[in-house]
Nanobody, 128 residues
Framework: QVQLVEAGGGLVQPGGSLRLSCAVS????????MGWFRQAPGKEREFVAR????????YYVDSVKGRFTISRDNAKNTLYLQMNTLKPEDTAVYYC?????????????????????WGQGTQVTVSS
C-alpha cells in the first residue's frame, strides 16, 4: 500500500518560513520523481515544484522561485519543501505527489493528472 504523508504546515506570519515534509512508503522512492502542488479555496490545484528521482533536476512555478526549495532524501524516503519569505497568497493546502515517469516537459510536470500517488495535504496559512 502506497502512502504519502505530509507534515509541517501551520499558521505563519508574512515573511516567515515553514518546512514541509512528505514521508513516502510502499514504493521505491528513489525511482519516482516527486512534486508539490497546492490548492487554495475556490481555485484549481496548482503546480509548485518538482524534483527528479536523483534530486539533480528541480523545477518551480515562477511565483515561488527564489523563495521555495524542493529537496529529497532518498535514504529516508522523504521529500521536503522549504518555504521562505512567505506571502498571504501562498495560503493553501499543500500536497506531495509521486510520478513514476521521467519528463522535463513543462506541460507534463505541471499537470496533476500525470502524478500517480498523492498525499492527504497539509494546510499552510500565511496571515498576520
Amino acid at each position: 500500500q502506497v502512502q504519502l504523508v505530509e507534515a509541517g504546515g501551520g499558521l505563519v506570519q508574512p515573511g516567515g518560513s515553514l518546512r514541509l515534509s512528505c514521508a513516502v512508503s510502499g514504493l521505491t522512492f528513489s525511482t519516482y520523481a516527486m512534486g508539490w502542488f497546492r490548492q487554495a479555496p475556490g481555485k484549481e490545484r496548482e503546480f509548485v515544484a518538482r524534483i527528479s528521482w536523483s534530486g539533480g533536476r528541480t523545477y518551480y512555478v515562477d511565483s515561488v522561485k527564489g523563495r521555495f526549495t524542493i529537496s529529497r532524501d532518498n535514504a529516508k524516503n522523504t521529500l521536503y519543501l522549504q518555504m521562505n519569505t512567505l506571502k498571504p497568497e501562498d495560503t493553501a493546502v499543500y500536497y506531495c505527489a509521486a510520478d513514476g515517469q521521467y519528463s522535463d516537459r513543462d506541460y507534463y510536470i505541471r499537470a496533476p493528472a500525470n502524478y500517480d500517488y498523492w498525499g492527504q495535504g497539509t494546510q499552510v496559512t500565511v496571515s498576520s
